[in-house]
């Protein structure tokens, strides 16, 4: 797949959740004309890029639906729920072109009949363009150049473009597949006489103008659309050919007028008579005539000049501001690369860091404390660029909801909290499946039929909530339902029969809960398209951990079920705090240590060989490192306890030594070691040591288990 093809995937898969999120919004809270604006351009974008590459099939349906939507957002349709639920469809339709087109395949009679049957529908919304037919033949006679709006016009559009033009990911050849969309192009002629010589030629930098002129039936505001996303990064002229006042504007900007003017005539884009207009007067002296010329000329700008809102088909669209911002369009593999660059360098400063202190050198460890801050500082930037708000990919899940709810038919309002909640891109693509199989289920096991809520005494529409917050160095995700909850006893005798449990194990009602993230385990009576057949919640735990996270589930029969979902912000580099236990060094992360504390003497009294302390009249579980490791006995006659938290859990690790704070870069341990418990990777300190990083969700959950 070439880097052009990679980028059109991407640019129409963004386009087409605009479509969705717009339809969905729509269908919720009404129609607006926000949303039949975004609507429509994005459908207007994917024809246009969908033509560069010349995929005719997608260019074809999409100019069906981008017409429909023109006379939707020209007020002469009403978009109808009707008409909504015809645009997802041609959504859904749009997406299986896009990727056809993509692998360069043809239509298979299955999708060409959806194809065709959507072409209908949505051709049936269309006015009857019979009636908007009128002969022009006798003006066509009359006139050179059709100016009739409803017939064939003869536009010139004057293109300049800003210096930073490429910046804005579009080029030149866009524009014209776009216009050619719009009639037929007569002409196109560039301005080159701002390239420069080689050696200060910049690939970056634009030096072109181009003027076009397109002849079709298109008036001002389809053709200034064209543009319309990149309106701050060129100057832009559009007027009708026969149009004199903008044409003596267009002249009157260009510093060198005589020398433009000569440009216009030998590319014939004008005639002389157009540029400079024959004067009736009587036969009187050349300089007469020239001051005649110049009086004009000055009238004109006097017009001009106390005309500030220049007629619609001579509009001069106004110049980008000196200072702007704009987005760049990254891979990003070539993130990726420039965190595991920035990781090696902390690891290598590390190193520095290290030598300075065992050679004692000031200088040197001034240094390495400058470079540490800026590390982080760069780390820290680089990493907020892979974050991301939530909200952006949580409102796809507005229509899986809707469809599932609509299937079954389910009566259910969603609701999405915390959006704006930031967390790593890479963790978002992840989880966004588990989240999808997650909400299903809620809607599919949790929500009841409308008459059974009401004989339970409930609203007939049932609740579903998806929020997100920061906690505690994590990010939390609940699935909130208000439905009839989880059947306990109905699970484990499930889980009993399907052997995943024995008869006699006793189990908490929350371990019972988790019993339906067992593998080929289900509660569903009938096996449907949407669930019933065992598969899918193992597999929804299983890529939460693979994520360093975990899933929780709380339940009240009769009143619903919350499952919590708790993440790292990212998987590349964290603070931690490094100790030691035995003779090996481990990292916790540091957002989740709420403080350390001396293992006193009193401590020890107080804990009379149990594994716990009265930590300010608050009982504190203890887990030793070294017994839980099986590590030897340390030479430090001290102990240390740190206090970790997570969730609504807090418990103390005992530990040997503690070095304080240190940057972490997380690195996979490899198959051998991926199971062990506890750990969730390493670390290169440096001394060139490798030092194991705790995974306290793991540790807590031992530790519960043997409390228990």
Same mark, same amino acid.
């Given at each position: 797949?070439?880097?052009?093809?990679?980028?059109?995937?991407?640019?129409?898969? !963004?386009?087409?959740?605009?479509?969705?999120?717009?339809?969905?919004?729509?269908?919720?809270?009404?129609?607006?004309?926000?949303?039949?604006?975004?609507?429509?351009?994005?459908?207007?974008?994917?024809?246009?890029?969908?033509?560069?590459?010349?995929?005719?099939?997608?260019?074809?349906?999409?100019?069906?639906?981008?017409?429909?939507?023109?006379?939707?957002?020209?007020?002469?349709?009403?978009?109808?729920?009707?008409?909504?639920?015809?645009?997802?469809?041609?959504?859904?339709?749009?997406?299986?072109?896009?990727?056809?087109?993509?692998?360069? #395949?043809?239509?298979?009679?299955?999708?060409?009949?959806?194809?065709?049957?959507?072409?209908?529908?949505? %051709?049936?919304?269309?006015?009857?363009?019979?009636?908007?037919?009128?002969?022009?033949?006798?003006?066509?006679?009359?006139?050179?150049?059709?100016?009739?709006?409803?017939?064939? +016009?003869?536009?010139?559009?004057?293109?300049?473009?800003?210096?930073?033009?490429?910046?804005?990911?579009?080029?030149?050849?866009?524009?014209?597949?776009?216009?050619?969309?719009?009639? =037929?192009?007569?002409?196109?002629?560039?301005?080159?006489?701002?390239?420069?010589?080689?050696?200060?030629?910049?690939?970056?930098?634009?030096?072109?103008?181009?003027?076009?002129?397109?002849?079709? +039936?298109?008036?001002?505001?389809?053709?200034?659309?064209?543009?319309?996303?990149?309106?701050?990064?060129?100057?832009?002229?559009?007027?009708?050919?026969?149009?004199? =006042? +903008?044409?003596?504007?267009?002249?009157?900007?260009?510093?060198?007028? =005589? !020398?433009?003017?000569?440009?216009?005539?030998?590319?014939?884009?004008?005639?002389?008579?157009?540029?400079?207009?024959?004067?009736?007067?009587? #036969?009187?002296?050349?300089?007469?005539?020239?001051?005649?010329?110049?009086?004009?000329? !000055?009238?004109?700008?006097?017009?001009?000049?106390?005309?500030?809102?220049?007629?619609?088909?001579?509009?001069?669209? !106004?110049?980008?501001?000196?200072?702007?911002?704009?987005?760049?369009?990254?891979?990003?593999?070539?993130?990726?690369?420039?965190?595991?660059?920035?990781?090696?360098?902390?690891?290598?400063? %590390?190193?520095?860091?290290?030598?300075?202190?065992?050679?004692?050198?000031?200088?040197?460890?001034?240094?390495?404390?400058?470079?540490?801050?800026?590390?982080?500082?760069?780390?820290?930037?680089?990493?907020?660029?892979?974050?991301?708000?939530?909200?952006?990919?949580?409102?796809?899940?507005?229509?899986?909801?809707?469809?599932?709810?609509?299937?079954?038919?389910?009566?259910?309002?969603?609701?999405?909290?915390?959006?704006?909640?930031?967390?790593?891109?890479?963790?978002?693509?992840?989880?966004?499946?588990?989240?999808?199989?997650?909400?299903?289920?809620?809607?599919?096991?949790?929500?009841?039929?409308?008459?059974?809520?009401?004989?339970?005494?409930?609203?007939?529409?049932?609740?579903?909530?998806?929020?997100?917050?920061?906690?505690?160095?994590?990010?939390?995700?609940?699935?909130?339902?208000?439905?009839?909850?989880?059947?306990?006893?109905?699970?484990?005798?499930?889980?009993?029969?399907?052997?995943?449990?024995?008869?006699?194990?006793?189990?908490?009602?929350?371990?019972?809960?988790?019993?339906?993230?067992?593998?080929?385990?289900?509660?569903?009576?009938?096996?449907?398209?949407?669930?019933?057949?065992?598969?899918?919640?193992?597999?929804?735990?299983?890529?939460?951990?693979?994520?360093?996270?975990?899933?929780?589930?709380?339940?009240?029969?009769?009143?619903?079920?919350?499952?919590?979902?708790?993440?790292?912000?990212?998987?590349?580099?964290?603070?931690?705090?490094?100790?030691? +236990?035995?003779?090996?060094?481990?990292?916790?992360?540091?957002?989740?240590?709420?403080?350390?504390?001396?293992?006193?003497?009193?401590?020890?009294?107080?804990?009379?060989?149990?594994?716990?302390?009265?930590?300010?009249?608050?009982?504190?579980?203890?887990?030793?490192?070294?017994?839980?490791?099986?590590?030897?006995?340390?030479?430090? =006659?001290?102990?240390?306890?740190?206090?970790?938290?997570?969730?609504?859990?807090?418990?103390?690790?005992?530990?040997?030594?503690?070095?304080?704070?240190?940057?972490?870069?997380?690195?996979?341990?490899?198959?051998?070691?991926?199971?062990?418990?506890?750990?969730?990777?390493?670390?290169?300190?440096?001394?060139?040591?490798?030092?194991?990083?705790?995974?306290?969700?793991?540790?807590?959950?031992?530790?519960?288990?043997?409390?228990?």
């Amino acid at each position: 797949m070439t880097d052009e093809l990679g980028l059109f995937l991407e640019d129409s898969d !963004e386009q087409l959740t605009f479509m969705e999120n717009a339809l969905v919004n729509m269908q919720e809270n009404g129609v607006n004309d926000e949303d039949i604006g975004a609507l429509f351009r994005a459908m207007h974008t994917i024809k246009g890029t969908a033509g560069m590459f010349g995929f005719d099939d997608l260019v074809g349906f999409a100019h069906i639906a981008e017409n429909l939507l023109s006379e939707v957002r020209a007020e002469n349709v009403t978009l109808t729920p009707d008409m909504i639920e015809i645009f997802l469809l041609s959504k859904d339709h749009t997406q299986k072109l896009v990727e056809i087109a993509s692998t360069h #395949e043809l239509m298979d009679e299955e999708l060409k009949k959806t194809n065709d049957e959507l072409l209908v529908k949505l %051709a049936s919304f269309l006015p009857n363009s019979d009636s908007k037919e009128i002969e022009n033949e006798e003006i066509e006679e009359t006139q050179e150049l059709p100016a009739d709006d409803y017939g064939e +016009s003869l536009w010139h559009i004057s293109v300049d473009l800003h210096e930073d033009f490429y910046t804005s990911g579009m080029d030149v050849i866009s524009i014209i597949s776009f216009l050619e969309d719009l009639g =037929e192009i007569k002409k196109v002629v560039a301005v080159t006489d701002k390239i420069p010589l080689l050696q200060d030629y910049l690939p970056i930098s634009a030096y072109m103008k181009f003027h076009i002129q397109l002849l079709g +039936s298109s008036g001002f505001d389809e053709i200034e659309e064209v543009f319309e996303f990149i309106l701050d990064d060129l100057e832009l002229s559009i007027f009708k050919v026969d149009d004199n =006042e +903008s044409l003596v504007e267009l002249i009157q900007n260009e510093e060198e007028q =005589e !020398e433009f003017k000569t440009f216009l005539l030998e590319n014939e884009l004008f005639t002389q008579e157009q540029i400079s207009p024959p004067q009736i007067v009587e #036969e009187e002296p050349i300089a007469q005539k020239e001051t005649v010329v110049e009086e004009k000329v !000055e009238e004109i700008k006097d017009v001009l000049k106390v005309t500030p809102t220049p007629k619609k088909d001579a509009q001069k669209i !106004e110049k980008k501001p000196e200072h702007k911002t704009f987005s760049l369009r990254v891979d990003s593999s070539k993130v990726d690369h420039l965190i595991n660059q920035i990781s090696e360098m902390v690891i290598a400063n %590390a190193k520095i860091a290290e030598r300075a202190d065992r050679l004692d050198d000031t200088e040197l460890g001034e240094s390495t404390t400058i470079m540490t801050d800026m590390l982080e500082e760069v780390r820290s930037s680089v990493m907020n660029i892979r974050m991301v708000q939530v909200g952006d990919s949580f409102t796809k899940y507005r229509r899986i909801v809707g469809d599932v709810a609509k299937k079954i038919g389910k009566n259910v309002n969603f609701v999405i909290n915390g959006g704006e909640t930031e967390l790593d891109k890479m963790v978002v693509e992840k989880i966004s499946d588990p989240l999808m199989h997650m909400l299903r289920n809620s809607v599919d096991h949790g929500i009841e039929l409308s008459d059974e809520r009401i004989k339970a005494g409930k609203s007939e529409v049932g609740n579903v909530t998806l929020s997100a917050y920061p906690d505690a160095g994590t990010i939390v995700i609940e699935i909130t339902d208000d439905g009839k909850g989880l059947d306990r006893d109905r699970i484990l005798a499930k889980s009993i029969a399907s052997g995943v449990v024995k008869e006699d194990d006793d189990l908490t009602d929350k371990e019972i809960y988790n019993l339906i993230f067992a593998a080929g385990l289900s509660t569903a009576d009938t096996v449907s398209d949407i669930s019933g057949r065992g598969v899918g919640m193992d597999v929804v735990k299983r890529n939460i951990e693979d994520l360093r996270g975990t899933v929780d589930i709380n339940s009240t029969p009769g009143k619903g079920s919350v499952f919590t979902i708790r993440l790292p912000l990212t998987l590349a580099i964290i603070d931690g705090f490094l100790i030691q +236990s035995g003779e090996t060094k481990y990292i916790i992360p540091l957002e989740m240590i709420q403080e350390c504390i001396e293992l006193s003497k009193e401590y020890r009294e107080q804990m009379k060989g149990n594994d716990y302390i009265n930590l300010r009249d608050s009982i504190l579980p203890l887990l030793n490192i070294r017994e839980y490791l099986k590590e030897e006995k340390s030479q430090s =006659e001290r102990e240390n306890v740190v206090v970790v938290r997570y969730g609504d859990y807090k418990m103390g690790l005992q530990v040997d030594e503690l070095y304080g704070e240190f940057q972490t870069v997380i690195k996979p341990l490899g198959e051998m070691f991926a199971n062990v418990p506890g750990i969730s990777g390493g670390t290169i300190l440096g001394s060139g040591e490798i030092a194991l990083i705790f995974d306290i969700p793991k540790l807590m959950e031992h530790k519960i288990r043997k409390i228990k």
